[in-house]
């Protein structure tokens, strides 16, 4: 830097540093903050906790559908069908307002809405991001944050929301082929043509954002593309794919599993031990010849194709980016019946070697078991952020409450938020807003496990203890004259100072022991909080049956309550 450069340099510093003193805005664009045990999202120089909703994937198909109050464009109901969500049915909503205040209604503090390539470049090199304008504007209005997801090469596997010009050039963008079906619609990941076009539009997007957002920060992390991987065969079957398979493992691949051995993912340590763990060759000679080796070569490419598109993008806007992935599932075990190459906990490996401009995976988790994938997801040290889950069934709602107590989550989002009428289906609501009322203490005491834990009760599991500071913590299945009246409970419990405890959830009583067996735990005080209107405000000080004659504190048996506590020791 000459003397000049440096001058202008620090004048524009002090500049910045006295906006921020006097306008309280900060500077800084949303960032990942990593520390030992956790990852928190940090947006105006604070953590940000995402209670999010997905919507629904063709509501930024109009801007006028995203602002109409109703007629004439109501929100579907939604339709389960096989447990899946269905097809919009024709039976419409009973909420009369914009998708917006049907956000701000669930208390969802976060957006995740699609952006798609048709939508942003329907001409090759002539690009329109009014639909940008609107995510934003109606965002901003209400005091909401987005996540623009990024449907561009793929989604759901598919290439649906390409550019009718890609989609028709497949000349230029050829497209995957499968043992059974030959050329299905489906952009090979081996097509760089596709993957430049792809990071050109995806860079113009980011550029764009940035240009109108950086100082507001209503965008807060993207996800590029969406449920990514190759479905009906375990791997592409295109000659540049045969070529490729056949090609040597490259180096940075060896190179990251030999620096990280000790610590891969079980079942690709298992793999590359299995041929003895080969420094050099072939995929087939360093994993084997199973559709498992298929799975691997194919997340590699996916991964480095991605990784293009993410670093372009990251080159104009260095907002954090992830990936989603279609999990795998016991009804479609293998390669292909997933689909073959997205992010799962068994490539992850493959996808931190391959994409590491992409900050995280994350899971969309719509079955299994959920406890299961968060682990698997946290594994070796990682965030977990779950971009889409179910909010129809209620359990989903516990689940989420535990993986933000539990996992340090940087977040959650139901998909299809759109669908859930608030008035019809209020705990998701009622669950964000205790969420956010706690979310200074939550933010506060995540990777804690002294100060904060959750707990996810069920029949099987009707009891967890903790030990908290000098307190061993029980919650138990709400139970009254020694029998459980419930088959299920969760909540957080938060201790915000040596006896006092903050504790949400549902179902559950929790009580408390002192860990010094010469001294008794008693419950001094027990005040219920409320959402009155939107406001937290102190209720009920609880006693008598309330409090099971001053033993416990009981979390309601419908819907969710916070309660604060504060505990003494007698002797
Ligand atoms: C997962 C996808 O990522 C979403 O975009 C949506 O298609 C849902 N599945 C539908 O259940």
């Known amino acids: 830097m000459t003397s000049s450069e440096k001058y202008f340099s620090i004048s524009v510093n002090i500049f910045f540093l006295t906006l921020t003193f006097y306008t309280g805005l900060s500077q800084t664009i949303p960032y990942l903050k990593k520390e030992l045990n956790k990852t928190q999202l940090i947006v105006d120089d604070k953590p940000f906790l995402i209670l999010g909703g997905e919507f629904s994937n063709s509501v930024s198909g109009s801007i006028n559908h995203m602002y109409s109050t109703s007629k004439p464009y109501p929100r579907k109901k939604y339709t389960m069908v096989n447990g899946s969500l269905g097809n919009d049915s024709s039976k419409n909503m009973d909420y009369d307002g914009s998708v917006w205040s049907q956000m701000e209604d669930l208390n969802v503090n976060t957006a995740l809405v699609a952006i798609s390539w048709e939508m942003i470049e329907p001409e090759e090199g002539k690009f329109d991001f009014s639909i940008v304008d609107a995510v934003l504007k109606g965002a901003r209005e209400k005091n909401i944050k987005v996540i623009p997801l990024w449907f561009g090469s793929w989604?759901?596997?598919?290439?649906?929301?390409?550019?009718?010009?890609?989609?028709?050039?497949?000349?230029?963008?050829?497209?995957?082929?499968?043992?059974?079906?030959?050329?299905?619609?489906?952009?090979?990941?081996?097509?760089?043509?596709?993957?430049?076009?792809?990071?050109?539009?995806?860079?113009?997007?980011?550029?764009?954002?940035?240009?109108?957002?950086?100082?507001?920060?209503?965008?807060?992390?993207?996800?590029?593309?969406?449920?990514?991987?190759?479905?009906?065969?375990?791997?592409?079957?295109?000659?540049?794919?045969?070529?490729?398979?056949?090609?040597?493992?490259?180096?940075?691949?060896?190179?990251?599993?030999?620096?990280?051995?000790?610590?891969?993912?079980?079942?690709?340590?298992?793999?590359?031990?299995?041929?003895?763990?080969?420094?050099?060759?072939?995929?087939?000679?360093?994993?084997?010849?199973?559709?498992?080796?298929?799975?691997?070569?194919?997340?590699?490419?996916?991964?480095?194709?991605?990784?293009?598109?993410?670093?372009?993008?990251?080159?104009?806007?260095?907002?954090?980016?992830?990936?989603?992935?279609?999990?795998?599932?016991?009804?479609?075990?293998?390669?292909?019946?997933?689909?073959?190459?997205?992010?799962?906990?068994?490539?992850?490996?493959?996808?931190?070697?391959?994409?590491?401009?992409?900050?995280?995976?994350?899971p969309d988790i719509y079955g299994g078991d959920f406890v299961k994938w968060c682990n698997a997801y946290t594994s070796q040290g990682d965030p977990l952020f779950i971009p889409e889950t179910w909010w129809t069934k209620p359990e989903y709602v516990a689940y989420m409450l535990y993986a933000i107590g539990n996992y340090n989550t940087l977040g959650v989002a139901p998909f299809g938020i759109d669908r859930v009428n608030p008035k019809e289906e209020p705990l998701l609501a009622e669950m964000y807003s205790a969420v956010n009322y706690l979310s200074k203490d939550i933010n506060k005491n995540q990777g804690n496990k002294d100060k904060m834990i959750a707990f996810l009760l069920s029949s099987e599991k009707p009891f967890v203890e903790f030990k908290m500071g000098k307190y061993m913590v029980k919650a138990e299945l709400y139970k009254r004259r020694g029998t459980y009246r419930v088959e299920d409970a969760y909540g957080i419990i938060i201790r915000t100072g040596d006896n006092e405890f903050s504790i949400t959830g549902s179902k559950a009583v929790i009580s408390f022991e002192s860990i010094n067996e010469k001294e008794k735990a008693g419950i001094g005080t027990v005040d219920e909080y409320i959402d009155y209107e939107g406001n937290w405000i102190k209720g009920r000080r609880l006693g008598g049956d309330e409090t099971n004659r001053g033993r416990g504190v009981f979390l309601p048996v419908e819907g969710i309550g916070v309660q604060k506590v504060i505990t003494y020791k007698y002797k």
């Open 155 to 362: 989604k759901n596997g598919m290439s649906s929301y390409t550019p009718l010009w890609v989609k028709k050039d497949y000349k230029r963008f050829p497209r995957s082929k499968t043992k059974k079906s030959g050329s299905v619609e489906v952009v090979s990941p081996f097509s760089m043509e596709a993957r430049n076009a792809d990071a050109k539009a995806f860079a113009a997007l980011m550029k764009y954002i940035k240009k109108i957002d950086s100082s507001h920060r209503t965008v807060i992390m993207v996800q590029v593309e969406n449920e990514v991987g190759l479905l009906g065969d375990s791997r592409d079957r295109s000659t540049i794919a045969n070529k490729l398979f056949n090609n040597e493992v490259p180096k940075d691949l060896i190179d990251y599993l030999v620096k990280n051995e000790k610590k891969l993912m079980p079942q690709l340590k298992e793999l590359w031990a299995s041929t003895g763990n080969k420094k050099s060759g072939s995929w087939s000679q360093i994993f084997g010849s199973s559709v498992w080796t298929d799975l691997v070569f194919t997340s590699w490419h996916y991964a480095t194709y991605m990784n293009y598109v993410a670093k372009a993008g990251k080159n104009e806007y260095n907002l954090p980016m992830f990936v989603n992935a279609w999990l795998e599932y016991e009804d479609r075990p293998n390669p292909g019946g997933f689909p073959t190459g997205g992010p799962l906990p068994r490539v992850k490996d493959i996808w931190k070697a391959g994409a590491p401009d992409i900050d995280f995976i994350s």
